[in-house]
């Protein structure tokens, strides 16, 4: 497969990275290395497919420019658009074309997000009671620096979509009824510092996300009847632990299994090969996730936005 690599910054340097040989050339509108300034200026016959690592406001145009021409597309996340009818006209328009249209959550591919997903699945937990997370990374400068990413609901939009999708990468349904705790702008014009919570949802369910973590760091756990499940960081970050407990009745200190992780990130190359299989099999285009994540984070987005007003 070939592929071009559109946005040559952080997220796109990494792109084309992983695409290695499939990749063919890069369009950035300021960048120099960059070999086109429009995506409209690439020849069609020279790729099959493109890597939209660009600023929220140009994804869908580019989608549909792609989706005309019947060109593949992974766009970095999140997919937002104005209400739930653009998404499921794209998605029409992807499978009438018989091309992918993928949205990349790579913290999918985390080794121990699909350990917990697996271990959730298996019921051998028993029943879920409660799950939080934390995710923190010291952006805030370089987000306060950049007149694209510093506004909407800030932090809620970068991490809160991570989160919320892990959720349901782990537990599946979780509804649509989540509210803001507290939203803060220490530093930004956007809020930098977000805590929601999903109190109807199986598991209930706590975020906190921040750019002012000046140390990168992810934990979370899961509490259920027969035990309980813990994450500390990522593989980027690593060390990344992944702890099991067994419950003790009636109570008592609790037996753990651990598995602690130093290494690469792998996610970026697993999630490219996912994209090219799904490519490959011309796997029909299903947003329905974005389609809901869309629709969970314009809302709380009001809320947050609402709250750092009042």
């Not at 220490?186 to 973590?213: K, W």
């Not at 990522?234 to 200190?253: A, D, H, M, N, Y």
């Not at 996730?289 to 947050?304: C, E, F, H, M, P």
Request: glycine share 6%; with cysteine.
């Amino acid at each position: 497969m070939r592929v071009v690599v559109v946005g040559l910054g952080v997220q796109g340097h990494k792109r084309r990275r992983f695409a290695a040989s499939d990749y063919v050339c890069a369009v950035d509108t300021q960048n120099s290395e960059a070999d086109y300034r429009d995506l409209r200026q690439v020849p069609l016959e020279l790729y099959d497919a493109a890597l939209l690592c660009v600023p929220d406001g140009a994804k869908l145009e580019l989608l549909r420019y792609l989706v005309a021409n019947r060109k593949h597309a992974l766009v970095e996340k999140p997919l937002v658009a104005p209400d739930e009818a653009v998404l499921s006209e794209l998605q029409h328009q992807a499978r009438a074309a018989g091309v992918v249209v993928y949205v990349a959550y790579n913290h999918r591919f985390e080794p121990h997000f699909v350990r917990m997903r697996d271990l959730v699945t298996s019921g051998a937990l028993g029943r879920l009671y409660r799950c939080r997370m934390f995710y923190g990374n010291g952006t805030a400068r370089l987000v306060r620096n950049s007149d694209w990413r510093d506004q909407g609901a800030g932090v809620l939009d970068d991490l809160g979509s991570h989160v919320l999708d892990t959720a349901r990468f782990w537990f599946g349904d979780i509804g649509d009824a989540f509210a803001i705790v507290s939203a803060d702008r220490f530093e930004n014009r956007s809020p930098d510092h977000v805590v929601f919570a999903g109190p109807h949802a199986t598991p209930r369910l706590e975020f906190e996300m921040t750019l002012l973590s000046w140390r990168n760091h992810f934990t979370c756990d899961v509490f259920a009847e027969r035990g309980s499940a813990h994450i500390r960081s990522l593989c980027k970050w690593g060390p990344s632990e992944f702890v099991q407990r067994t419950r003790i009745l009636p109570s008592g200190r609790p037996p753990e299994q651990s598995v602690t992780l130093v290494q690469d990130d792998p996610t970026w190359a697993l999630e490219y090969e996912y994209f090219k299989a799904l490519c490959r099999n011309r796997k029909p285009t299903d947003l329905g996730n974005d389609i809901w994540l869309n629709r969970v984070l314009r809302d709380l987005g009001a809320q947050a936005l609402s709250a750092v007003q009042a």
